[in-house]
């Protein structure tokens, strides 16, 4: 699907850094201060790394959550891979789960679910909410319809990469 | 320890926005491709978070180090703090350990041995490399000997924040 400049959201870096701070400054009037944050990999990385400084949190996480294959295309069910994170280190904490966007969902319910059977209480926070999303993130900076370019992802991957198995394909034992 | 302004190397989000994209593009130019970023929380997850994307990585991890506790001020040792990500999942894997700055180079050390010991293959990168560290990475953006202002810790924490323990504070058992 193409997606034309006028149904855009341009999220710029320097915007971004805005984002953070607003969406940091709610939480704290909220009266809410998480224990950890766990990030969803890759999109909610950003975020945590910018809360984790806003919010003074010091212990973060991240889980590695596959879901989306492309623009519009969808795994059947989101999927966590591997490396594992302990969750079990999380029980009896207040736990904010980030992520970059609350499309269907489905991702954050699947992570919140996780995280709760720890016996963690937690919360959500995204940068943007999709009108379309099933789960309702208590903290979200902005809501729109409209397809989000963000500034880590954007301009898609450098030229010239090396022709070498990436992040997501089977153990070698010949690492290069 | 204060620092002023002709002593401070000042980052903003759009400058480190084209970090990102140089040090992908020198990454990428190398013929080196990650099969996993590995993030040394906090300072690191900024960079993981822009490399993820740039250099096509889809594993990410994080791991929590504590060292610095204030401006110039250190503990004794870097600490591995939980929750603890499975670093038996990156064996055999190329790995890259990413962090915001080689100072004295300890905190790249002490990561780089732990994940050499599962039998990864490592190299290191940072945004910035200072004269002083222990550790050459493998890949650094820019060196410099001058104190530097990171957009997402150089304003401090959201005023307001509710007084209650943070994230590296013991487990509760009456989260609130």
Excluded at 160 to 165: K, N, S, T, V
Aim: net charge negative; glycine share 8%.
């Amino acid at each position: 699907m193409s997606h034309d400049a006028t149904d855009r959201e341009v999220l710029s870096w320097s915007l971004f850094g805005t984002a953070v701070r607003e969406l940091a400054t709610r939480i704290a009037a909220d009266g809410y201060r998480p224990e950890v944050l766990l990030g969803i990999a890759r999109g909610g990385l950003p975020l945590v790394a910018g809360l984790a400084y806003a919010l003074d949190v010091k212990t973060t996480a991240t889980i590695n959550v596959e879901f989306y294959t492309g623009v519009d295309s969808r795994l059947p069910e989101p999927v966590v891979l591997p490396p594992s994170v302990d969750l079990a280190d999380l029980a009896g904490r207040r736990v904010l789960v980030v992520d970059d966007v609350a499309d269907t969902g489905r991702t954050l319910a699947v992570v919140v679910a996780l995280v709760r059977a720890t016996g963690a209480e937690t919360r959500t926070a995204v940068v943007y909410e999709k009108p379309s999303t099933r789960v309702d993130p208590e903290y979200a900076w902005r809501s729109t319809d409209r397809w989000i370019d963000f500034p880590w992802s954007a301009e898609g991957p450098v030229p010239g990469l090396a022709d070498l198995p990436a992040g997501d394909a089977p153990l070698t034992d010949a690492p290069a």
